[in-house]
């Protein structure tokens, strides 16, 4: 059918493109082309895509639409990280999910892509399968949020991929209740602190993020309410 998109140039080499949407509203979106004819292709491109989304021939995929995978890690990364209590997510993102994934349109990403690159990491990186776990849902919480976000619309080709199946530890040691006495004798003077993690079953987190406000000696109770600086516990 015919266009009325259109595309010109706004600065010496910025070239913008202006299309009618699939509510029959004007857009103008400025591009990454370099001629104005190739301005011109995109626009006609992104007219004859939002003539098919309305007319249910196409899959409305959100602004990710011919995006990459890198695009959208970033995005979560400028949105999240810095709101995240743990940066596991963002280190795994950042030293293995965008360089070896981050190039790839998002519409071309299936499942099998995903266990090819835990695979690699797998063999190359010689992660363990609840590191490889944890890296998965680092990829998942992308997808998940993206779709949440409007920003990729398409499929989240984690969610057919298994976790790996992770072994399990071995019990960790355990006072003994005649160890305990000994134990916060050579505690020294952080013998109150030992003490109260110990009988209380409090974490780390929990025992540095107490206040006096938390402790009611006449009513003999302990608000275990923060971690670290959280205001949460984990």
Same mark, same amino acid.
């Given at each position: 059918?015919?266009?009325?998109?259109?595309?010109?140039?706004?600065?010496?080499?910025?070239?913008?493109?202006?299309?009618?949407?699939?509510?029959? &509203?004007?857009?103008?979106?400025?591009?990454? @082309?370099?001629? $104005?004819? %190739?301005?011109? +292709?995109? =626009?006609?491109?992104?007219?004859?895509?939002?003539?098919?989304?309305?007319?249910?021939?196409?899959?409305?995929?959100?602004?990710?639409?011919?995006?990459?995978?890198?695009?959208?890690?970033?995005?979560?990364?400028?949105?999240?990280?810095?709101?995240?209590?743990?940066?596991?997510?963002?280190?795994?993102?950042?030293?293995?999910?965008?360089?070896?994934?981050?190039?790839?349109?998002? &519409?071309?990403?299936?499942?099998?892509?995903? @266990?090819?690159? $835990?695979? %690699?990491?797998? +063999?190359? =990186?010689?992660?363990?399968?609840?590191?490889?776990?944890?890296?998965?849902?680092?990829?998942?919480?992308?997808?998940?949020?993206?779709?949440?976000?409007?920003?990729?619309?398409?499929?989240?080709?984690?969610?057919?991929?298994?976790?790996?199946?992770?072994?399990?530890?071995?019990?960790?040691?355990?006072?003994?209740?005649?160890?305990?006495?000994?134990?916060?004798?050579?505690?020294?003077?952080?013998?109150?602190?030992?003490?109260?993690?110990?009988?209380?079953?409090?974490?780390?987190?929990?025992?540095?993020?107490?206040?006096?406000?938390?402790?009611?000696?006449?009513?003999?109770?302990?608000?275990?309410?923060?971690?670290?600086?959280?205001?949460?516990?984990?």
């Amino acid at each position: 059918g015919s266009f009325v998109a259109s595309a010109f140039e706004k600065r010496s080499g910025e070239f913008h493109a202006k299309f009618k949407d699939r509510y029959g &509203a004007w857009r103008t979106v400025r591009t990454a @082309e370099r001629s $104005l004819r %190739a301005a011109r +292709d995109f =626009a006609q491109e992104k007219e004859r895509s939002e003539r098919r989304i309305r007319e249910g021939i196409e899959r409305d995929q959100g602004e990710g639409a011919g995006k990459t995978f890198g695009w959208l890690a970033q995005w979560w990364l400028d949105t999240f990280a810095e709101k995240q209590r743990s940066q596991s997510f963002t280190i795994y993102l950042r030293k293995y999910a965008i360089p070896r994934l981050g190039h790839e349109p998002l &519409a071309s990403i299936r499942d099998h892509h995903i @266990e090819e690159f $835990l695979g %690699a990491l797998e +063999d190359e =990186a010689d992660l363990s399968p609840k590191t490889l776990n944890d890296v998965r849902a680092a990829l998942h919480r992308v997808f998940v949020l993206g779709r949440a976000r409007g920003k990729w619309r398409g499929e989240n080709p984690v969610e057919t991929v298994e976790r790996r199946k992770v072994p399990k530890a071995p019990p960790r040691p355990v006072l003994r209740v005649h160890e305990v006495t000994p134990f916060l004798d050579a505690a020294g003077e952080w013998r109150c602190l030992m003490a109260t993690a110990l009988w209380m079953a409090l974490r780390r987190g929990e025992i540095f993020a107490l206040k006096k406000s938390h402790v009611n000696l006449a009513e003999r109770t302990l608000v275990v309410a923060h971690s670290h600086e959280a205001e949460t516990t984990k």
